[in-house]
């Protein structure tokens, strides 16, 4: 299973009517490509991709390899043919400044980065956000970009936090084209690192 004929940019849009970390990817049409929801109470992250909001056909599923996550590596699973499709993982110490992933791909090799474009951002969030009032605000003008890149420092995608009250918004753009099985495996590392980053604050 790969997601096909993508039409850029797509929306990650979380829902504030429920208490899992739910969201939906729609494309510039506003047509559904998946509906992310992240299972509740579970030590290790466990994340099911649907076709839509209906939930009606399991397409993905996203598993932490451990339980303490400042190393944990993510495995995405194809549910429709039951393979591996790869994974993404978080650079521990790295990721306190400027947060970096690693995507790899189904054997094991690393394909592309995900890095943060500015770790300045998150530093002002986190102090702004301390101030009366004007912390309320910070999701309007502090949001933070990342962009994928390859081994060669080659650009493929951006995605964008929206400006929004609560968070939740995200925008991904593809700049260059690349091959479909390798745009899900990056699809689906994103919408990963969207959670974590959220929970991170």
Sequence with gaps: ??????????DFKFKITTLASDFNITDK?????????QKMFKLKEDVIVFNDESKSQELFNIKAN???????S??????????????????????IWKSRYDII?????????INEDNGWIKVW??????????????????????????SAGKEYFRLKKMPSLIGRRFQLERLIDIDDEDESLVVLSFLMMVLLERARG
């Design 66 to 72: 451990q339980w303490i996550d400042f190393n944990a």
């Design 105 to 113: 791909d189904e054997n094991d090799q690393p394909k592309y980065q």
């Design 125 to 150: 969030d986190s102090f702004i956000g301390e101030i009366p009032i004007i912390g309320l605000f910070t999701g309007y003008f502090l949001n933070p970009s990342y962009t994928v890149k390859d």
């Design 29 to 37: 049409n506003g047509n559904y490509v998946a509906y992310v929801r």
């Design 74 to 95: 993510y495995m995405m699973t194809d549910l429709v043919n039951g393979k591996k499709f790869g994974r993404l993982a978080r650079k521990g110490m790295r990721s």
């Design 1 to 10: 299973m790969i997601l096909k004929n993508l039409n850029y940019p797509l």
